[in-house]
T-cell receptor, first 119, second 110 residues
Framework: NAGVTQTPKFRILKIGQSMTLQCTQD?????MYWYRQDPGMGLKLIYY???????DKGEVPNGYNVSRSTTEDFPLRLELAAPSQTSVYFC??????????????????FGDGTRLSIL | GQQVMQIPQYQHVQEGEDFTTYCNSS?????IQWYKQRPGGHPVFLIQ?????EVKKQKRLTFQFGEAKKNSSLHITATQTTDVGTYFC??????????FGSGTRLQVQP
């Protein structure tokens, strides 16, 4: 049972390039999340999904896009990379059914993160 | 907007001393979770509190949820070097996803 797997672990991009951060989970979780963590700071929610085909913006969605075509995968797309997007990106998942009161109370399982530098 | 604030941002203690981090919300929380992130690692779920005034213990860690469900604390008794890391609270403020606090970084000197 791998849990939440993120690839790549490290990446350096040039300004203006694009890339996709991959995230997959094998726990059959409905909820998936993307966070960014700047050095010494907390977690900021970029996008989240409550199930396949459903995505929603978090606190800091600008410059990013997501899709959720399957339960397992939740890729994060960066278009036109900017230095301000240098950060560590974490994907997470949790169980529960959207609409049920207990859904947000399920523990989030995080991947190991992708360290992204944009120069 | 709805925020979850954590204090202090950073604390440096001697091994054996106690440590407390506090989490405060501008709105009533349905539940609150606590996570620990070791340096260079990813956040790991520790516990969830749901009831007003709830207190839960995990060995040397004590978690409390305030009576008004707007604040929470994590207390570590007799810190050890293995406690080093950043502790985050995450609260359900009514949005569709939890709101994470900014975290408290704990450094323990042997």
């Amino acid at each position: 049972n791998a849990g939440v797997t993120q690839t790549p672990k490290f990446r350096i991009l040039k300004i203006g390039q694009s890339m996709t951060l991959q995230c997959t989970q094998d726990m059959n979780h409905n909820y998936m999340y993307w966070y960014r963590q700047d050095p010494g700071m907390g977690l900021k929610l970029i996008y989240y999904s409550v199930g396949a085909g459903i995505t929603d913006k978090g606190e800091v969605p600008n410059g990013y896009n997501v899709s959720r075509s399957t339960t397992e995968d939740f890729p994060l797309r960066l278009e036109l990379a900017a230095p301000s997007q240098t950060s560590v990106y974490f994907c997470a998942s949790s169980s529960g059914w959207f609409g049920r009161a207990a859904a947000k109370g399920q523990p989030q399982h995080f991947g190991d993160g992708t360290r992204l530098s944009i120069l | 907007g709805q925020q979850v604030m954590q204090i202090p941002q950073y604390q440096h203690v001697q091994e054996g001393e106690d440590f407390t981090t506090y989490c405060n919300s501008s709105t009533t929380l349905s539940n609150i979770q606590w996570y620990k992130q070791r340096p260079g690692g990813h956040p790991v779920f520790l516990i969830q509190l749901v009831k007003s005034g709830e207190v839960k213990k995990q060995k040397r860690l004590t978690f409390q949820f305030g009576e008004a469900k707007k604040n929470s604390s994590l207390h570590i008794t007799a810190t050890q070097t293995t406690d080093v890391g950043t502790y985050f609270c995450a609260g359900d403020t009514g949005r569709r996803a939890l709101t994470f606090g900014s975290g408290t970084r704990l450094q323990v000197q042997p």
